[in-house]
Nanobody, 124 residues
Framework: QVQLVESGGGLVQPGGSLRLSCAAS????????MGWFRQAPGKEREFVACIWAGSISITEYEDAVKGRFTISRDNAKNTVFLQMNSLKPEDTAVYYC????????????????WGQGTQVTVSS
């Protein structure tokens, strides 16, 4: 049925870049706010970025990634992206794509669908 599949994670040196993709299937999400979250070992899952639905793609970012990360979407492909530049070791985490349901968009509990996650490791 509904699936979100993340890809693009991997090992990268500090200052490097990665582009994550989230391919959705089983449901069109062009009218759905989409978000990226991340979870480091021993820490709670935290909001990274989200992109609103609509003709103008309003985006929001957690302060720690603002200016470095860019969320975007290709509605024709039912895909969401997270371009990550100037990566830091503290960005190391499993990154999850999620589709919004209701509630605060900054909280994981507000999202109805989740991908399996993709590991991002920033290390020299």
């Amino acid at each position: 049925q509904v699936q979100l599949v993340e890809s693009g994670g991997g090992l990268v040196q500090p200052g490097g870049s990665l582009r994550l993709s989230c391919a959705a299937s089983g449901h069109p999400f062009y009218n759905t706010l989409m978000g990226w979250f991340r979870q480091a070992p021993g820490k709670e899952r935290e909001f990274v970025a989200c992109i609103w639905a609509g003709s103008i793609s309003i985006t929001e970012y957690e302060d720690a990634v603002k200016g470095r990360f860019t969320i975007s979407r290709d509605n024709a492909k039912n895909t969401v992206f997270l371009q990550m530049n100037s990566l830091k070791p503290e960005d190391t985490a499993v990154y999850y794509c999620a589709a919004y349901g209701s509630g605060s968009r900054y909280r994981p509990s507000s999202y109805n669908y989740w991908g399996q996650g993709t590991q991002v490791t920033v290390s020299s």
